[in-house]
T-cell receptor, first 118, second 110 residues
Framework: SAVISQKPSRDICQRGTSLTIQCQVDSQVTMMFWYRQQPGQSLTLIATANQGSEATYESGFVIDKFPISRPNLTFSTLTVSNMSPEDSSIYLCSVGTSGRRVSTDTQYFGPGTRLTVL | DAKTTQPNSMESNEEEPVHLPCNHSTISGTDYIHWYRQLPSQGPEYVIH???SNVNNRMASLAIAEDRKSSTLILHRATLRDAAVYYCILIIQGAQKLVFGQGTRLTINP
């Protein structure tokens, strides 16, 4: 299993500013995932972050808007840059811990960061 | 990723069994069937997964149709804590990510 914490748990920001969200895991993991959940919607994968390499972004998400750092095997950050009200969402990180492929692994999710942009 | 179809919502009573259906008619032979649930104000949590055979764990059972075009998540005795959005997800063998659909919002009546 894995215990994941995220900081901050929530924030209210002004448009045009940036917010960095932290994700800390209690064990070393290879892959970390960042998701966005817009109000009343399902989860959408933003990017996959591997330690020691550039993050892989999904269609519709770009590095300039959502830069990701992965300095070690237990930590990652997601920055939401130049925010607009459309960025108001819950941002979640997740990990798998067994080292197996996602298809046969259990994914663990953090509690999320609730972001409101005014 | 292969597409899944789930009812938008379902309702059941406490202490009764709940059968949550999922259709995945375009599933391929190497797609795994995963179920996650998201309790209110929390991140999703793993429930169960399978490939071809029915699976049981402490949380639920997964019944997979013989042709694998549908599956059913079974909660044997629902509690109020089981009220959540349940996601049925197909994952290609060797895939590196989960792709969430819209899920089924399950309401449990006391």
């Amino acid at each position: 299993s894995a215990v994941i914490s995220q900081k901050p748990s929530r924030d209210i920001c002004q448009r045009g500013t940036s917010l960095t969200i932290q994700c800390q895991v209690d064990s070393q993991v290879t892959m970390m995932f960042w998701y966005r959940q817009q109000p009343g919607q399902s989860l959408t994968l933003i990017a996959t972050a591997n330690q020691g390499s550039e993050a892989t972004y999904e269609s519709g998400f770009v590095i300039d808007k959502f830069p990701i750092s992965r300095p070690n095997l237990t930590f990652s950050t997601l920055t939401v840059s130049n925010m607009s009200p459309e960025d108001s969402s819950i941002y979640l990180c997740s990990v798998g811990t067994s080292g197996r492929r996602v298809s046969t692994d259990t994914q663990y999710f953090g509690p999320g960061t609730r972001l409101t942009v005014l | 990723d292969a597409k899944t179809t789930q009812p938008n919502s379902m309702e059941s009573n406490e202490e009764e069994p709940v059968h949550l259906p999922c259709n995945h008619s375009t599933i391929s032979g190497t797609d795994y069937i995963h179920w996650y649930r998201q309790l209110p104000s929390q991140g999703p949590e793993y429930v169960i997964h399978g490939l071809t055979s029915n699976v049981n764990n402490r949380m639920a059972s997964l019944a997979i149709a013989e042709d694998r075009k549908s599956s059913t998540l079974i909660l044997h005795r629902a509690t109020l804590r089981d009220a959540a959005v349940y996601y049925c997800i197909l994952i290609i063998q060797g895939a590196q990510k989960l792709v969430f659909g819209q899920g089924t919002r399950l309401t449990i009546n006391p």
